[in-house]
């Protein structure tokens, strides 16, 4: 196995600047149901090579979603030691790992070890209702959630992560970790850390005890659901209220681990056809001047709009074929949108403080929210007024950024 070595920008916490998060499957035009040619000589998982430059000009690792070969949507596993057939084979991979490498890019895997699909080798060991019926994830028949505590599970695990560490990834987004009981990670991640001390670990989590999911010898950090749902809804309902109010909490978090902030992942509407495209700058603006670790899902840099269907197909609007290249992708309005987010990744690699700051508030209203955000001895003061569809970052006295007009 070829050995590559991504410039990673890692900081004390063990933790990086940006994730840009792809859902493989869709961003890459494989069928996701009632398929029966898996089409592995189309090798699609090449196909994300000709975003990977676009990628480098906005994060720091590239976070998938499953790539491993599973039945339908590629979070009802079947096999977590093999690449998905529709995607290809190991060797595009191995290839994936090596051209993100030499643009800088990590690449951080999606792991589905709270449940598998009825058909996975680990079918035999699921957890089991009173009744002795098998454990299903929220209510999906063919989700069987596995019994962690079967030590086979637990060994499964550990050599599932180990392997594909070992093929050249830099760290795992745990999901569906807030059904997992946090004190299985102290049976997992100590044997896995032995042999990669430098591996990052994301706990998908909506909600419950963010903290109790951190800490030694478990998560290094969790998805911050409160901050994303304060920070659209803030903006929707013309309410800095409940943002100032959810920083106060984030805060808090920040005594113990610095979050995976977002606006936008595979789960969740569009943030521009949430908030129209203005505003859903605005909301990039606070991603990028607060702390935590930012992930961007694809797209979003674009101006994106999606919202949910209905039925088994409801998420796939949110999980789109890219096109072949970005050129194709890009036009004078996007390309405004991305010259933002290209500005907050290159802030972010100038001030990695930012990941362990905090946040203070100077002053808020329904409509307008001035803060100031801090660490390290250095302060940057955001300035957002939605009335006059305005916003600023400020550094050392100076205006460093503003809002340009952009069209909903």
């Not at 069987?144 to 637990?154: G, R």
């Not at 955000?373 to 007024?385: A, F, M, N």
């Amino acid at each position: 196995m070829k050995s590559f070595s991504p410039r990673l920008r890692m900081g004390d916490d063990g933790g990086m600047d940006t994730l840009w998060q792809i859902y493989p499957l869709g961003a890459t035009g494989a069928p996701i149901r009632d398929w029966t040619d898996p089409g592995t000589d189309e090798h699609r998982l090449r196909r994300l090579e000709p975003w990977l430059d676009h990628a480098a000009g906005i994060s720091d690792m590239l976070l998938l979603g499953p790539i491993f070969t599973s039945a339908t949507h590629g979070y009802d596993t079947l096999d977590h030691f093999t690449l998905d057939p529709r995607l290809g084979t190991d060797d595009d991979f191995d290839n994936l790992v090596g051209a993100a490498g030499e643009r800088g890019l990590g690449i951080i895997l999606d792991g589905v070890f709270n449940h598998v699909a009825d058909g996975h080798a680990l079918s035999d060991r699921v957890a089991r209702n009173e009744d002795g019926s098998p454990r299903v994830f929220e209510g999906h028949g063919s989700l069987l959630e596995l019994d962690h505590a079967d030590p086979a599970v637990i060994d499964y695990i550990i050599r599932v992560l180990s392997h594909w560490l070992d093929r050249g990834a830099m760290g795992w987004r745990m999901d569906a970790a807030y059904r997992i009981e946090p004190a299985v990670w102290e049976q997992i991640l100590p044997v896995v850390r032995k042999q990669h001390p430098e591996a990052w670990f994301l706990g998908e989590v909506i909600h419950g005890d963010y903290t109790s999911f951190t800490g030694k010898n478990r998560l290094d950090s969790v998805t911050q659901y409160e901050l994303w749902k304060a920070i659209w809804s803030s903006l929707l309902d013309e309410n800095f209220y409940e943002l100032e109010w959810s920083l106060q909490r984030h805060d808090e978090f920040l005594e113990s681990f610095s979050p995976n902030t977002f606006i936008g992942n595979h789960d969740v509407e569009r943030i521009a056809s949430t908030v129209g495209r203005s505003k859903a700058v605005a909301a990039a603006v606070i991603l990028f001047t607060t702390p935590g670790i930012p992930s961007i899902y694809y797209g979003d840099e674009l101006g994106w709009k999606a919202t949910k269907g209905e039925g088994f197909e409801a998420d796939d609007p949110l999980r789109p074929e890219l096109p072949r290249t970005p050129a194709d992708a890009i036009d004078d309005e996007s390309r405004l949108i991305l010259d933002i987010y290209r500005w907050g990744a290159n802030f972010r690699r100038e001030h990695p403080w930012l990941k362990t700051a905090r946040t203070d508030k100077l002053h808020v209203t329904n409509t307008s929210f001035t803060y100031v955000t801090h660490g390290s001895g250095q302060e940057i003061t955001v300035v957002l007024d939605l009335a006059e569809k305005n916003a600023r970052v400020e550094k050392d006295g100076r205006i460093i950024w503003t809002l340009p007009h952009i069209d909903d």
